[in-house]
């Protein structure tokens, strides 16, 4: 199916654990983006990318690691997961640079560090 | 530092009657204001958006205002349904930023039958 998808969309996890979530999408857009979603912050932008092979921090990139191969995969990977990283984290894509587009979301990943 | 605020964490309204949701900014340099709808468990939905060079934008039930002098903009719906309860969330950025959205703390719109 067209549009984006993230994977798991539920992820139980310890203290210490590596998790990757994983977000694809369809429309070859150029941008992707990680927000965490929290009370009281609203939605908080982790890493960006422009293109494949492009990558650069948002707001609250510490513990996180992004990669971007393929155009249409942005996995977010927590290399030891802590509890203040117990969130809900929302994908999204949007076209051109620098054009007024606005930003598709996935349907989130809830994740839950022990 | 909240680029981006929106003060009130709730509404409440009847039904028919009109909606206003309000965000304020501190950052001069956007250019391009959004508003996103978020039902529980999906993601936000791109809901209607406006450029710095307008001060009024329109969308069926839903319109848009912007206040550059006083870096404010509302969000109108007429007439409210219940199908409008969700958080609302507003959004900014710069047109040369890259397409990064910084984005407010939401507002939990609930409409009463």
């Known amino acids: 199916d067209a549009g984006i998808t993230q994977s798991p969309r539920y992820k139980i996890t310890e203290t210490g654990r590596q998790v990757t979530l994983m977000c694809h999408q369809t429309w070859s857009h150029s941008y992707m983006f990680w927000y965490r979603q929290d009370l009281g912050h609203g939605l908080r932008l982790i890493y960006y990318s422009a293109a494949a092979d492009i990558t650069d921090k948002g707001e609250v990139p510490d513990g996180y690691v992004v990669s971007r191969s393929k155009t249409e995969n942005f996995p977010l990977t927590l290399e030891s997961a802590t509890r203040s990283q117990t969130s809900v984290y929302f994908c999204?894509?949007?076209?051109?640079?620098?054009?007024?587009?606005?930003?598709?979301f996935g349907p989130g990943t809830r994740l839950t560090v022990l | 530092d909240q680029q981006v605020k929106q003060n009130s964490p709730s509404l409440s309204v009847q039904e028919g009657r009109i909606s206003i949701l309000n965000c304020d900014y501190t950052n001069s340099m956007f250019d391009y204001f959004l508003w996103y709808k978020k039902y529980p468990a999906e993601g936000p939905t791109f809901l209607i958006s406006?450029?710095?060079?307008?001060d009024k934008n329109e969308d069926g039930r839903f319109t848009v205002f912007l206040n550059k002098s006083a870096k404010h903009l509302s969000l109108h719906i007429v007439p409210s349904q219940p199908g409008d309860s969700a958080v609302y969330f507003c959004?900014?950025?710069?047109?040369?930023?890259?397409?990064?959205?910084?984005f407010g703390t939401g507002t939990r719109l609930a409409v009463r039958p």
């Open positions: 959004a900014a950025k710069r047109g040369s930023s890259g397409d990064k959205l910084t």
């Open positions: 999204a894509s949007s076209g051109e640079r620098d054009s007024y587009n606005e930003q598709f």
């Open positions: 406006i450029s710095s060079i307008k």
